[in-house]
């Protein structure tokens, strides 16, 4: 690599470092480079509890920092970095932070940064089993490692457990791949699911997709109905099953079979219902195997999203969410929410991959190789989105590898045990409600409006708006709210990695502080 | 973490290992679990070109050697690196490999390792621009200044050159988002491409789709026609315009016009166009400027795959391949083939964000703020397939940053000049010939059937096949192939990164050795 010195206005010297052999990929500076990042990363972490969870800068705070034009000259590895820590970090929303309450935690580990590290390094593209056989047979492997914990049936294994002696049993067509969202996990299935029901229903190419209808709670992840749009099923014919405090915001499965059995009736095609386990706004259960009953009635094709709380499915008490698993087509979990996996890491699981690749194969003839044609492989692009792929399955696999079974449970425990605190601390206090019960490690919770004698629920819901606003700006803490009934409720997701119980206890402090100042009119 | 001996048989040890802290993201450990990973892609890397490229494992050799179930207990992560070396490596198709010349490279660098690898450790999802606008600047700002280099109009950049002082001009929309590949590109523009066609229509829903019609060159990637079938288009409504020698198999676009005005004048609806700069087949280009042209009679999107190519469009030597993306309407390019940067990383820009989040935007609550509310921001999922995302634009800009634009050209025209050199060496040989001129750094050529006086053109292919089939079975080389114009073709890939030209020597010995073995009638 060229130094900045080497870059003088002299057009000899210009023309030797232009003429110097570049080595972008030198083993010297690759440890070097690495190195630097490591300490940057060490530094990170050790501070990172200490900053402001939520950036204060505005919107185009960066572009007046960095240079707008690409650099000519190469510059010391040094100056990138030294950017990273003085522009970068600084406009960053620490998703690290043990003070991180939002959304769903990003979980992380040691064991799956290095395994994504040498992912990077190695950089293969493992479109089919040939360009890559260790990556194919090593994501197969850390699927079905994870399909054991979660006591999946034997049917969504690569390789049952019952025939790992005897090898890949006769008619076996399970298996899983690793994606990078949730999103794609849907949009296959659904493409899947819908060609199924075009063939099934006599369509004429695509024409009865107008007759397809696919069902989902309310509930249910946006990116569900925006993956139906993607695969192109008609709005009007995408069914969102309204929930209530009834079923604790989970998916009726009687309106489920009602929906399904009213579309049917007017020549519709049910097609595809999407089950979660774990909503993202208040972690509600859909039932599964009630799910799976109601669809088999019409043959729809049903996915479980156990996106965050399917993590939990490791843990046997835990387990029984996942009730009825065997009966539904296909389910989709994200290590790198709630199993120390750093993004990007979906796993899915089909109990018949042969109609994920009936929609889904393609077989260019640059492709085209010995194993492929055998059969004796899936090539892992006939079952995503793209053709090229990183190898995801190693960072998986070390986590599995490294820490056990033992330690993953261990946790997640802790997490549930932290928030059960928490719940417990909030339940304790009479100005504050849990808003819906705590399924794992996520509080929903709101400022009641009994809170002071004078308060309507509208200054409820004005006091909750003020509270979040404040803890956010306040560096301190970060959540997210959501809507459930109607009602503004502030979400308290526990389980960021570096997050100990006292960062909960602190955050608590900071919201009963935060509430007495705004009950008593303080200003911010 | 526990240690092995944490894992005793004892209950009470057992129980003590239990209830000690697991810290999976201790600074300590993280920083000695990746100080073990450099010390691997060191090794690695230094090893690499001594082990043969291609493995010689069978279907099913990893589950014979790592454990089928997972651990319970936690283990050393020596023993996860231990196994990576002695079960993953030896089953692994090596990419980094100078002898690998099949697909395209997989280009990497240091800057782009450490970049991923700073990404993995922060571990933010940018979903909104709140999420991280760190990530959501730099992201833009990385985009920008690829555009810069690649010199597209302003109408595609996020701060167009011209307004950079004043801000965002009123009334720009065009900006870029970084997806994981090429196909995810596609699948996005295709989707808002038919929206808009729909509603032009006049379409109840989505039953007008089976008018929509969808054009590309025969040559053009299989996962085109895929994500086609992903959005829903019908199978019958997607034209794939033949290709011969006459335009070295680059889309005709006199072809295209007639096909788009037959579709028309019987009342189909033309939408969408891909053009591909650099097809994977052979690296033929389509006229960008005439393809558009021809659309632009019917309003049909316009869409440039430059996802191998593009990257030599920043030396302004190849920048006319380009030469019309002003009239397009959105185009992406890979970093992660041929720019230096690892998977995943693939560039789209559009000249109207705006028609990308018509289709894509979704708001639920949770994800509401300030921010995305005031307008001032894009939020990336709006752009996207799913909703979380890896922070690629880092390790994008610190490609840049570091190396600057003259030593990215200077490893473009690198590869390029070792491609002619082979090129030439190919040629200088009478029993070979070049199939179609090249391009950029990709030579197809074959043993030509008058390379023995009594060659045929069915022996000629069976040779061919059978010279493939050796030189990758050497594990001194790995090439694929490809048909063109019905004939079996070798693709010759340069510009693996720790590639020189010794490598391709090396490789273009063992063609030529290993052919005259072939014609000899030797015995493999």
């Given at each position: 690599m060229g130094s900045l010195s080497g870059t003088s206005s002299s057009l000899a010297a210009a023309f030797d470092a232009d003429s110097e052999r570049f080595q972008p990929l030198n083993a010297d500076d690759v440890r070097s480079y690495l190195h630097k990042a490591v300490d940057f990363i060490y530094d990170y972490y050790k501070s990172?509890?200490?900053?402001?969870?939520?950036?204060s800068v505005e919107p185009g705070y960066l572009a007046r920092q960095l240079k707008s034009a690409p650099p000519n000259a190469a510059a010391p590895f040094d100056v990138a970095m030294h950017e990273l820590r003085e522009a970068v970090v600084p406009g960053t929303?620490?998703?690290?932070?043990?003070?991180f309450f939002a959304f769903f935690p990003a979980t992380n580990s040691a064991a799956a940064i290095a395994g994504e590290l040498v992912a990077s390094a190695m950089n293969t593209v493992g479109f089919t089993w040939q360009a890559n056989p260790a990556a194919a047979e090593l994501e197969a492997l850390a699927l079905d490692w994870l399909a054991q914990l979660l006591l999946l049936?034997?049917?969504?294994?690569?390789?049952?457990c019952s025939a790992v002696v005897a090898g890949r049993g006769a008619g076996t067509r399970g298996g899983g791949v690793i994606l990078g969202t949730t999103s794609e996990a849907m949009l296959v299935t659904l493409v899947a699911a819908r060609d199924a029901a075009l063939r099934r229903s006599g369509s004429d190419g695509v024409a009865g997709i107008t007759r397809l209808t696919v069902y989902a709670a309310d509930q249910t992840h946006s990116t569900f109905f925006k993956a139906c749009r993607l695969a192109g099923f008609d709005p009007a014919n995408v069914r969102s099953i309204p929930t209530g405090a009834d079923t604790d915001y989970a998916l009726d499965p009687a309106r489920l079979l009602e929906a399904m059995r009213r579309d049917a009736g007017a020549g519709l095609v049910p097609t595809y219902v999407c089950v979660t386990v774990g909503t993202t706004s208040s972690n509600a259960v859909d039932p599964v195997g009630a799910a799976a009953d109601a669809a088999a009635e019409f043959g729809a094709w049903v996915h479980v999203d156990a996106a965050y709380a399917g993590s939990a499915c490791i843990c046997p008490e835990f387990r029984h969410h996942l009730d009825g698993v065997e009966r539904v087509d296909s389910l989709s979990l994200s290590p790198h929410k709630w199993l120390l996996t750093c993004l990007d890491c979906t796993c899915l699981w089909v109990r018949d991959t042969r109609r994920l690749t009936d929609s889904l194969e393609t077989r260019p003839e640059y492709l085209r190789n010995h194993a492929t044609e055998s059969g004796?492989?899936?090539?892992?692009k006939d079952m995503q989105v793209g053709v090229g792929r990183r190898f995801r399955g190693l960072k998986l696999w070390m986590v599995m590898r490294t820490y056990g079974a033992a330690k993953l449970r261990q946790h997640i425990r802790s997490d549930v045990a932290i928030a059960k605190v928490f719940e417990e601390s909030v339940r304790a206090?009479?100005?504050?409600?849990?808003?819906v019960p705590r399924n794992f490690a996520l509080v929903c919770f709101r400022i009641r409006p009994?809170?002071?004698?004078?308060?309507t629920e509208e200054d409820a819901e004005v006091a909750n708006r003020e509270l979040m606003e404040r803890l956010n700006k306040s560096g301190r803490a970060f959540l997210a709210n959501t809507v459930i009934g109607g009602k503004f409720v502030l979400r308290f997701a526990v389980g960021s990695t570096l997050q100990e119980e006292r960062h909960v206890r602190n955050a608590w402090d900071l919201i009963k502080m935060t509430t007495t100042e705004i009950i008593n009119g303080e200003v911010d």
């Open positions: 990172v509890e200490s900053v402001p969870v939520l950036p929303t620490h998703w690290a932070s043990p003070n049936p034997d049917s969504f294994m690569n390789r049952p004796a492989v899936t090539d892992l206090d009479h100005r504050f409600e849990v808003v009994s809170a002071t004698a004078s308060m």
